[in-house]
């Protein structure tokens, strides 16, 4: 079975701090992505990687960045946490040569960051 | 514009009925179409998908059906359980490895 793992479950931090939230997936999966689930606004995409130190804009990037330094291993940076920035954050990984071809992507359980 | 649209933000449905929870989408090309589950405080788990070449896909109690020329897509849940309540994602894909999801829908199935 495939599994992402995400740092934290629940995070709190404070206006300004800078925030790191990883994720790791143990299937050799090319892909991986950030996203952010808001009520009523679904899932959005934060950033998206492709390959090691390969990185694309999501819908919503602005106020974070990503890192992509081992294939398995993606975090999600926000420079300087805003009270706009308090949500659930999700992290998926998929293959792009899985078959059945699908476009599936598995999903980490999610961390709640809340900022004060 | 790339949008796929859950215009029904909640549904109730008795235990044992039929669950169809609905999706519309826009700018039809070669797609894929997806539903996801998702449980508070869990990541989304994927349910089913269709290819846009096709009008049905089914697994066991789940079905998808897609109506190419009213640009719908709609999850059948038969019969409906009380395990089944979540929220329903729909997602669409382009074929670009990134998928564009609904705003969802929360099932909530009645014992």
């Known amino acids: 079975d495939v599994k992402v793992t995400q740092s934290s479950r629940y995070l709190v931090k404070r206006t300004g701090e800078k925030v790191f939230l990883e994720c790791v997936q143990d299937?050799?999966?090319?892909?991986m992505f950030w996203y952010r689930q808001d009520p009523g606004l679904g899932l959005r995409l934060i950033y998206f990687?492709?390959?090691?130190?390969?990185?694309e804009k999501g819908d919503i990037p602005e106020g974070y960045s990503v890192s992509r330094e081992k294939k398995e291993r993606f975090s999600l940076i926000l420079e300087s946490a805003s009270t706009n920035q308090t949500s659930m954050y999700l992290c998926?990984?998929?293959?792009?040569?899985?078959?059945?071809?699908?476009?599936?992507?598995?999903f980490g359980p999610g961390t709640r960051l809340t900022v004060t | 514009d790339q949008q796929v649209k859950q215009n029904s933000p909640s549904l109730s449905v008795q235990e044992g009925r039929i669950s169809i929870l609905n999706c519309d989408y826009t700018n039809s090309m070669f797609d894929y179409f997806l539903w996801y589950k998702k449980y508070p405080a869990e990541g989304p788990t994927f349910l089913i998908s269709?290819?846009?070449?096709?009008d049905k896909n089914e697994d066991g109690r789940f079905t998808v059906f897609l109506n190419k020329s009213a640009k719908h897509l709609s999850l059948h849940i038969v019969p409906s359980q009380p395990g089944d309540s979540a929220v329903y994602f729909c997602a669409r894909n382009f074929g670009n490895e990134k998928l564009t999801f609904g705003t969802g829908t929360r099932l909530t199935i009645i014992p």
């Open positions: 299937m050799d999966h090319e892909n």
């Open positions: 998926a990984s998929s293959s792009p040569h899985s078959l059945p071809l699908s476009y599936e992507q598995y």
């Open positions: 990687s492709y390959d090691v130190k390969m990185k």
């Open positions: 269709i290819s846009s070449i096709k």
